[in-house]
T-cell receptor, first 115, second 112 residues
Framework: DTAVSQTPKYLVTQMGNDKSIKCEQN?????MYWYKQDSKKFLKIMFS???????INETVPNRFSPKSPDKAHLNLHINSLELGDSAVYFC??????????????FGSGTQLSVL | GQQLNQSPQSMFIQEGEDVSMNCTSS?????WLWYKQDPGEGPVLLIA?????ELTSNGRLTAQFGITRKDSFLNISASIPSDVGIYFC????????????FGQGTRLTINP
């Protein structure tokens, strides 16, 4: 069973479109995250939710809107896609937040290509 | 904000050689994590460190939490082809305890 699963694996779309990426974790964790990995492989946090509540919101364009219907799911909706949004987006989860010994478990990523 | 400097950025070695990479931070960290990322996959946790001076092994991998709490290193002994990938350090500082900061990654290539 996959612990953190995200769909789709690949997403190719035109500039200006709206798209969503879904993430689910079956680890019973309270905290979920979205990370963006650029072409140089740098990983940067975008958002974090703890038990459906937004706790980290980095400087991300407001075209990106996370939604957490329950603590096992964190979806990412992107409006008006731009070329610069092309990247790999990783969902991750941890047991909970605010504790220094929390470890992140990552999904396998969604490669977004905006044409 | 907190920044991590990971080096080297890439390594090209022969199978069987030992590997060493390190991370330094601009501020004190209280957690260091080392991850490996295979192509097309997400990072997978290798080793977690929580105390200054801590030395932890996972098979052929050994990582240490630096005494100054501003650095960590990862060693891989007797490398094998499946060690190929990108290795990331990640740390959590004293402030902003909820946010894990990642290094730029070390890309390891092994010649058989």
């Amino acid at each position: 069973d996959t612990a953190v699963s995200q769909t789709p694996k690949y997403l190719v779309t035109q500039m200006g479109n709206d798209k969503s990426i879904k993430c689910e974790q079956n680890l019973g964790h309270d905290t979920m995250y979205w990370y963006k990995q650029d072409s140089k492989k740098f990983l940067k946090i975008m958002f974090s939710y703890n038990n459906k509540e937004l706790i980290i919101n980095e400087t991300v364009p407001n075209r990106f809107s996370p939604k957490s219907p329950d603590k096992a799911h964190l979806n990412l909706h992107i409006n008006s896609l731009e070329l610069g949004d092309s990247a790999v987006y990783f969902c991750a989860s941890s047991l909970n937040s605010g504790r220094r010994n929390e470890k992140l478990f990552f999904g396998s990523g969604t490669q977004l290509s905006v044409l | 904000g907190q920044q991590l400097n990971q080096s080297p950025q890439s390594m090209f070695i022969q199978e069987g050689e030992d590997v060493s990479m390190n991370c330094t931070s601009s501020s004190i960290f209280n957690t260091w994590l080392w991850y490996k990322q295979d192509p097309g996959e997400g990072p997978v946790l290798l080793i977690a460190l929580y105390k200054a001076g801590e030395l932890t092994s996972n098979g052929r991998l050994t990582a240490q939490f630096g005494i100054t709490r501003k650095d960590s290193f990862l060693n891989i002994s007797a490398s094998i082809p499946s060690d190929v990938g990108i290795y990331f350090c990640a740390g959590r500082g004293i402030q902003g305890a909820q946010k894990l900061v990642f290094g730029q990654g070390t890309r390891l290539t092994i010649n058989p």
